[in-house]
């Protein structure tokens, strides 16, 4: 089957997709067919961005009375991808709690809270599938000794992200559920150049590359599958 066949009329929830891999995912899922309800901080912007027949709904994934009241609106979900996070190049010697707070507050509570709220819609959906968008910065392997990409903070989130994955897949397998973290590559968006890029050296991977491989990485994905840290482009990443 093509990623058009498995994805035609399955609806998709994607949150934070105002912008970068979000957007991307929303324009390629919406060129498959799948109903997609896009979330975004602003949900005007978004929308004046975002392909026309998109439902855009407002969520903040820090507040959890804006992540009850979208929860409220959706009925049924197939495939939830949370894409929404903060990342930029710091330390963890330069961060403090406040800040380290603030990193874990939005990527790893946030994506707690969302699938969490979400989970009875999921539940009603036929193919209940939950799509964390992580990082190769949260591969303990891959992080050991590691001095490219965002480190630090952000790459504790990750490792977060990984886990949370995990257990929700213990957790929810039985019942029928897919649950997996994917890495969208190196990727030319207001994230992935804050990494920096150097005109020598290798160069980020454009959004649309990025949401095309995810969106067949979830086309094809199978209940055995889950728990797999995939990368964009299907290959199987160390944890
Ligand atoms: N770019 C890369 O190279 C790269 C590499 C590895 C992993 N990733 C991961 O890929 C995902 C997307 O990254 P990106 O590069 O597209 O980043 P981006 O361009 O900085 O976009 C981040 C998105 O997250 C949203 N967001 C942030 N905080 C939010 C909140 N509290 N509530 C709701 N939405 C919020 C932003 O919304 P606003 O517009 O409202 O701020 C925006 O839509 C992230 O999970 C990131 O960690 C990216």
Same mark, same amino acid.
């Given at each position: ?20 891999? $979000? ?11 799948? @109903? !997609?309800? /896009?979330? &975004?901080? +602003?949900? #005007? ?7 026309? $027949? ?11 009375? @804006? !992540?009850? /009241?979208? &929860?409220? +609106?959706? #009925? ?164």
């Amino acid at each position: 089957m093509t990623a058009e066949q498995n994805l035609k009329d399955t609806t998709v929830v994607v949150i934070g997709a105002s912008r970068g891999i $979000g957007l991307g995912l929303v324009e390629r899922l919406h060129e498959a067919g799948a @109903s !997609v309800i /896009a979330t &975004a901080r +602003k949900p #005007d912007e978004a929308a004046a961005k975002l392909p026309k $027949g998109v439902r855009v709904e407002a969520l903040d994934i820090t507040k959890a009375d @804006s !992540v009850e /009241a979208f &929860a409220k +609106k959706v #009925d049924k979900i197939d495939t939830l991808i949370v894409n929404a996070a903060v990342g930029h190049a710091d330390l963890m010697k330069d961060t403090d709690a406040a800040q380290l707070q603030w990193y874990l507050d939005s990527n790893v509570v946030g994506a707690h809270r969302a699938v969490l709220a979400l989970l009875p819609a999921l539940r009603s959906g036929a193919k209940k599938q939950i799509v964390l968008i992580s990082s190769t910065s949260g591969s303990l392997e891959k992080q050991v000794g590691a001095t490219s990409g965002f480190t630090g903070p952000y790459a504790v989130t990750k490792a977060a992200t990984n886990m949370l994955a995990v257990q929700y897949h213990n957790e929810l397998h039985k019942e029928g559920f897919t649950v997996i973290p994917i890495h969208p590559g190196w990727v030319a968006t207001d994230m992935g150049l804050e990494a920096g890029v150097n005109p020598k050296g290798p160069q980020p991977i454009s959004i649309e590359t990025s949401s095309s491989g995810i969106v067949n990485v979830v086309a094809q994905l199978t209940p055995d599958k889950s728990a797999t840290f995939f990368q964009y482009d299907g290959v199987k990443l160390p944890w």
